[in-house]
């Protein structure tokens, strides 16, 4: 998260330092996507999304591998020693065999399917390959249609609203999408021109009824290639539409409304896209969560989590930071069994810092040589969009804050209730408030963008963002303009960064 503000501060300077009229946005991984929006919305300069495309399937000894899916599943056998080292480099050769952002339905390919259903990006652009000749076409159409935008003043606070990104958040659960969506979401919607109104429930509720029909890894059985050729995310938004389920008459930058741009999508394979009568998973795809563990919210990706682990009670079995879980998660002696709940403190957004993808911890190796395959994990990180299991994340606030994650001690008694959607650690209010009296918060960083980024992160529930950077912003600085451009004889008026098309005005 650190860095993904710091792209999204570049690309809003970017905007407002040089004579453009509009920008096309290149992105590609996880968080170049939600960066290059949050920094364009803060412009409201016309813009268009244009994704690199997922690679080709990975292949190894006759069989499909996913990126990101296809490791946690080999590192876990590697671990109980069923795999030989050799043969996981040799896997690991054949997992990412094109250029391109991962095949799975990891983060990558999540935020790319959201900027499509968000109607920021031309149809058909979420999965397309990244090697096949039609991504270049519509990378061609998409800059042809950019300059259409700015003759037309088409902005990202006329695209963004409300209406899209509940559309977007029904598609998440459709496509079975990362946990990280919620967080970025949450912040492309903070920066839109004038606030738009998104909250962590949001998901929650708007989510409850929508199944997954997309059969992708890591929930599913194929890869981003097939999802493409099955006739790729306009096939989603057109069962959706016909369902009742999206606004369909949004505008979109392609000048037509949602409705208007998947009319004529048709499914090739029901086996990749599957229909809302016979899902892949029944909802919800992603649960929100409260209790005494995570009284600001905690997430979890219910269709990538195990359904007897839904409604759990265990032991905690608590590790402070990232390096002490690895020191210690493989020692024979660790106290724990298949009911204890693994707890990693420490790794939130100031905690860790940045709010890395930790949260899918690797089981115990003594676990997996019992195989058990599953274990309930707690903590304020994050996951790969590519990764699986009854995982909970986000957990706000985080420990380095002295959330009540912090003062969970071993042998603590955790409840998870998905259908209440609690989660809460079998401690008194006043045990822990005596366990916070004793700690002592972690000291923060004195100077650079590391001290910013503490001082002024918001928390997961919010979209991590900078407190400073939400809504409209500052306007343009007029003195700059008049350095660059001279005095013009009439200025536009209100001269705010909503009103500027520098190479047609300023002159």
């Known amino acids: 998260m650190m860095y993904r503000n710091l792209c999204a501060m570049d690309v809003e300077e970017i905007g407002r330092a040089n ?8 992105v590609g991984c996880d968080k170049t996507t939600p960066a290059c929006l949050m920094g364009a919305c803060s412009t409201d300069l016309p813009t268009i999304v244009v994704s690199g495309g997922p690679m080709l399937n990975g292949r190894h000894r006759g069989k499909v591998i996913g990126s990101g899916t296809s490791m946690w599943e080999m590192h876990d056998q590697r671990k109980r020693g069923a795999l030989s080292q050799a043969e996981f ?14 095949n799975t339905m990891g983060t990558a390919s999540t935020m790319a399917c959201m900027a499509e259903s968000l109607g920021i990006s031309l149809p058909g652009n979420a999965a397309i390959p990244a090697v096949d000749s039609r991504r270049k076409a519509l990378a061609h159409m ?3 249609r950019i300059v259409e935008m700015v003759k037309e003043n088409v902005r990202p606070s006329d695209i963004l609203t409300r209406e899209s990104f509940e559309n977007a ?27 738009c109104p998104l909250t962590l429930d949001d998901f929650d509720t708007l ?26 995310l306009p096939v989603v938004i057109r069962a959706l539409i016909e369902k009742g389920h999206l606004n369909a008459d949004v505008m979109t930058v392609s000048g037509m409304s949602l409705r208007d741009n998947v009319a004529d999508a048709e499914n090739f394979d029901e086996k990749v896209i599957m229909s809302l009568e016979s899902p892949l998973t029944k909802p919800p795809h992603i649960a929100v969560l409260r209790g005494n563990l995570a009284p600001n919210g905690a997430v979890i990706k219910v269709s990538s989590a195990s359904k007897h682990l839904l409604q759990h009670s265990g032991p905690a079995c608590v590790f402070q ?6 020191s210690r998660i493989d020692d024979e002696d660790l106290d724990c069994d298949e009911n204890s709940i693994l707890v990693l403190q ?9 709010m890395a993808e930790v949260g899918n911890m690797a089981l115990p190796a003594k676990m997996l040589k019992k195989g058990i395959e599953d274990m309930v994990r707690i903590s304020d990180a994050r996951m790969s969009g590519t990764a699986f299991g009854t995982c909970i994340l986000h957990v706000s606030p985080e420990a380095a804050l002295g959330g009540n994650i912090n003062h969970v001690r071993d042998g603590d008694v955790i409840t998870l209730d998905v259908n209440e959607r609690t989660v809460s650690v079998d401690v008194s209010e006043e045990e822990l408030e005596k366990r916070k009296s004793n700690w002592t918060p972690p000291l923060p960083p004195r100077s650079g963008y590391a001290k910013l980024f503490h001082d002024c992160i918001e928390g997961p529930e919010l979209g991590a963002d900078f407190d400073f950077l939400k809504g409209a912003g500052a306007p343009l600085c007029l003195s700059t303009v008049i350095d660059l451009f001279g005095l013009p004889e009439a200025l536009p008026g209100p001269f705010d960064r909503g009103d500027w098309g520098l190479k047609s005005t300023l002159k």
Not at 189 to 194: E, F, H, L, N, T
Not at 207 to 232: K, Q, S
Not at 321 to 326: A, E, G, H, L
């Open 19 to 26: 004579p453009v009229d509009g920008m096309v946005l290149l």
């Open 89 to 102: 480099h040799a896997a690991e050769g054949g997992m990412s065999r094109s250029t391109g952002t991962c």
């Open 142 to 144: 998409s800059g042809m």
């Open 169 to 195: 958040i029904k598609v998440n659960c459709a496509i079975g999408g990362s946990t990280n969506a919620l967080i970025h979401l949450l912040a492309i919607a903070g920066r839109v021109k004038g606030g």
């Open 207 to 232: 989510g409850r009824d929508i199944p997954t029909i997309v059969n992708l890894m890591p929930a599913g059985e194929f890869l981003m290639e097939e999802f493409y050729y099955a006739g790729g």
């Open 321 to 326: 930071s990232i390096d002490d879980y690895k």
């Open 346 to 354: 420490n790794c939130g957004l100031r905690g860790y810092p940045g």
